[in-house]
């Protein structure tokens, strides 16, 4: 959790303005009691918002980093419904340039919106994000072998176990969910941690229950290699990320890092689907680990491709729009940024690719896919965005639409 200085600076102007603002709203009315309540909540607040800050974030252990994304949390949870109050406060009181009264009605919908938004940020933290939901999505493949049609993958992405410290409810619920679907593989794309392997040793026995046919596959993502701890020296880092790749091979997984694996179908062995697997590519400020050439390496030709990388900006910059035969591309990373409401999410304004399938324009049989995650990472909420599990089922595409 970075937190720069200026920005700091900049949000707590604006809480104290906002603050201020309402304040002034509060004291044109004769009882004092909701002004002086103002005044003690927004205290509290800003102590809590200190004691947040003065926490370590880098250096503390999982335990410290919880307390500190809950109290950010609440405190962004008063702080959000009173700038949506003090905007709408704002344009009801633009009628006044042309010495018109206010329009009451605005102030009254700002007032309403705020607590909307209130119980929706918690409505989020303490239920929605435990919502697990799957969504079935069908892909076409031009030449797919009939021994690979209808093959199921399930994904899923981004946990982030830290999150959930040492309670395992909901791990355990997400590989029910997952074992129930039957699929032939599983495959996670990355960001099983926040900061350090630490944070997964009380979800590995819940995870080593998952089960396919053809195995469990997972990559890593940008959170996986500690990137986010001061470590006391590269040997410490580099520890880190080995126990990591350890555990996942303790639970039965099979980490491709820059690599392939190769299944054959049963009753077809000409029949292959080859996963390929890469390291973190993704865009500024994270860095660049994967190596998609050294992933494909020996990779037959007449096999199946499946690519999987944690940022879907890799398959924006260098997958899409490239002779590169890979039909399907499956990523992670952005969360929906934990927020989608009716279709829509504020990730669309980082990633053009945030959630869903997403197809190549030059080449329609070439396909990204971006899983909106399971767990979370920096405020402990989802907003709709509920936690996803994919199940993909490949199939021929029919000849006549080639």
């Known amino acids: 959790m970075r937190i720069p200085l200026i920005p700091i600076i900049l949000v707590i102007a604006l809480c104290a303005g906002s603050d201020f603002l309402i304040y002034k709203s509060l004291s044109r009315f004769k009882n004092k009691l909701w002004k002086y309540l103002h005044l003690v909540l927004a205290a509290l607040l800003y102590i809590l918002l200190i004691v ?29 419904p009173k700038f949506i109050y003090i905007i709408f406060s704002l344009l009801a009181r633009l009628p006044r340039l042309w010495h018109h009264r206010d329009i009451k009605w605005l102030r009254v919908g700002g007032a309403i ?10 409505w989020g933290a303490l239920i929605n994000r435990y919502d697990i939901q799957v969504r079935e999505v069908t892909i076409e493949i031009p030449d797919l072998p009939q021994a690979l049609d209808g093959y199921t993958i399930a994904q899923f992405s981004d946990l982030h176990t830290g999150t959930f410290g040492t309670d395992t409810a909901f791990t355990s619920k997400l590989v029910d969910h997952i074992n129930s679907l039957e699929a032939d593989m599983i495959v996670f794309t990355g960001d099983i941690v926040n900061r350090k392997t630490d944070e997964i040793k009380p979800h590995t026995a819940p995870l ?5 046919r053809d195995g469990v596959i997972s990559i890593l993502g940008n959170h996986d290699y500690g990137d986010y701890y001061a470590w006391p020296d590269d040997n410490a880092k ?11 091979r303790e639970m039965g997984w099979n980490m491709l890092n820059n690599a392939s694996h190769t299944i054959h179908a049963a009753n077809d062995s000409s029949a292959m689907l080859s996963i390929i697997g890469v390291e973190n590519i993704g865009d500024y400020p994270f860095p660049v680990y994967g190596d998609l050439d050294q992933a494909m390496n020996g990779v ?3 096999s199946v491709k499946i690519l999987l990388t944690h940022n879907p900006a890799h398959w924006v910059n260098d ?12 990523s992670g990373h952005t969360h ?17 690719t945030w959630g869903g399938l997403y197809t190549d324009k030059s080449n329609p049989d070439k396909h990204l896919y971006v899983n909106i995650g399971a767990g979370t990472v920096g405020f402990p909420m989802r907003i709709g965005a509920t936690p996803e599990i994919t199940l993909f089922t490949l199939r021929a595409k029919p000849h006549s639409e080639l």
């Open 113 to 122: 919106l705020g607590v909307v938004i209130f119980f929706a940020m918690w």
């Open 336 to 352: 929906a940024m934990q927020i989608e409401v009716a279709g829509l999410s504020p990730a669309v304004f980082r990633y053009p």
């Open 319 to 330: 997958i899409a729009g490239h002779d590169i035969d890979i039909p399907l591309t499956m």
């Open 208 to 212: 080593s229950r998952l089960h396919a």
């Open 238 to 248: 580099r520890a880190n990320l080995s126990q990591l790749i350890d555990i996942n």
């Open 300 to 302: 037959d030709d007449k």
């Open 52 to 80: 947040a800050l003065a926490l370590p974030r880098k250096e503390g252990d999982n335990n410290d980093l919880l307390r500190v994304m809950w109290m950010l949390f609440t405190f962004f949870s008063f702080y959000a």
